[in-house]
């Protein structure tokens, strides 16, 4: 089916229309949100604050852009993301919710999403003080008193969980994934200003590192579409049974495995357990404490270096690749559904050791996958260590969640169009 076909189709048909219009009503609002700003703030010095900040250029991208306009929603999905993460590693140390996870079906998975939102609450209020008191100390918030600290940690922890909440409301009744696309949505609502401060302040003297970044830039779009394109395939027959006068069964076919299981998800892990440390000493270093204030300058020291930073990013990465493949792909299920139909590997006894089998092909197609993706996270740091070009991290990584997103919205609505088409 070409092109202009698909067009046809998704204009005609008008649930998959719906969809499409439920998608940009949403993104719309988002945005609207995201240009509300709490009250007090001094928009020249925040601007300068975020140009000369890439700890806090990186949690505008997880913000949704809101963060640098200090919006209702300056949180963004952030403390969501964050207790996602801490609910998915409780689910692998808990036998009770593991197996909430995997036997109850989406009944369990739902219990969990609602662990998640609950502890989003509390996430949220530590975090939207933690910004609040460091953005006072920076100037560029009004002194607060206690009644009006308050009501604007109220106003942006509310900002949060509507946020999340718009983010599944796009999940079911539009396409792709919500709280993917909000973060996709705020990076590309910045690329106007990003181009026209790069138009602005262009320097002939810096043509190459302009090349070398286009250049870099297209390798880890490649990389990314290869990566998550990319499938192993494991050869699956179906025995044959005899009823009656038929004879069932006797096809092959094949089970694909992903080489990148986890898409973009370990990139976003990984960016939030490396920004909540650096919030949190950023805040008690402007604590009146000595000891605290220096131990928080030593940590903030080590965070801050370049080589610490990469290599901590890469591990973090290719750690939480397995993490995630752990927790949704599980083998003892698919070798049970397998046996239930009559399907086996060939070669490969049912049962335990067709489990077995899986995991240790789908553990050697992670460690490629999970090794690239880790190095094309890190590639826009080693980038800018050569150019000095700050924003080149923030840009990696933007890239890197933006090209993501893209593909699984792409494939999505390839799925609705061929539904419609058969």
């Not at 002939?204 to 297209?218: D, N, W």
Request: hydrophobic share 55%.
């Amino acid at each position: 089916m070409n092109f202009l076909n698909k067009i046809k189709l998704i204009i005609n048909d008008k649930n998959l229309r719906n969809r499409l219009i439920y998608l940009l009503g949403f993104l719309v609002l988002f945005r609207l949100l995201a240009a509300i700003p709490i009250p007090g703030v001094d928009a020249f010095k925040l601007q300068e604050f975020f140009s000369n900040n890439q700890f806090f250029g990186l949690m505008n991208i997880f913000s949704g852009g809101g963060l640098s306009s200090l919006s209702i929603i300056m949180l963004g999905v952030g403390p969501y993301i964050t207790a996602s993460i801490i609910m998915q590693l409780m689910t692998m140390m808990s036998e009770k919710l593991k197996q909430m996870y995997h036997e109850e079906g989406a009944a369990g998975r739902k219990k969990i999403s609602q662990y998640s939102r609950l502890l989003t609450v509390p996430l949220g209020i530590i975090q939207g003080y933690g910004f609040l008191t460091l953005l006072h100390n920076q100037g560029i918030i009004e002194t607060l008193s206690s009644f009006e600290m308050l009501i604007n940690i109220s106003v942006i922890v509310a900002g949060s969980i509507l946020l999340v909440w718009i983010g599944e409301l796009m999940s079911e009744f539009s396409i792709g994934n919500g709280v993917s696309i909000i973060i996709f949505a705020g990076i590309v609502a910045g690329l106007p200003t990003t181009i026209s401060q790069l138009i602005f302040s262009f320097d002939i003297s810096q043509i190459p590192a302009y090349l070398g970044f286009l250049l870099v830039a297209i390798v880890i779009v490649a990389g990314v579409v290869i990566v998550t394109e990319a499938e192993r395939p494991i050869p699956i027959n179906y025995s044959k049974r005899v009823r009656g006068m038929k004879v069932y069964g006797g096809v092959s076919t094949y089970l694909p495995l992903r080489l990148n299981q986890a898409g973009v998800i370990p990139i976003i892990f990984a960016l939030s357990i490396l920004l909540f440390p650096q919030m949190i000493f950023s805040f008690l270093s402007n604590v009146n404490n000595a000891v605290i204030v220096k131990i928080s300058d030593f940590v903030l020291g080590i965070l801050a270096n370049g080589w610490f930073y990469a290599i901590f990013y890469f591990l973090l990465v290719f750690l939480f690749t397995y993490f995630y493949t752990a927790i949704t792909f599980d083998p003892e299920s698919i070798s049970t559904n397998l046996q239930r139909s009559g399907a086996f590997i060939p070669g490969v006894r049912p049962g335990q050791s067709t489990s077995f089998y899986i995991a240790k092909v789908l553990t050697r197609i992670t460690l490629v996958g999970a090794s690239f993706l880790g190095f094309i996270a890190v590639l826009p740091l080693i980038m800018q260590g050569i150019t000095g070009i700050a924003s080149f991290a923030i840009g990696g990584t933007a890239l890197l969640i933006v090209v993501s997103v893209v593909l699984d919205l792409i494939k999505k609505i390839d799925a609705q169009v061929s539904i419609r088409e058969y």
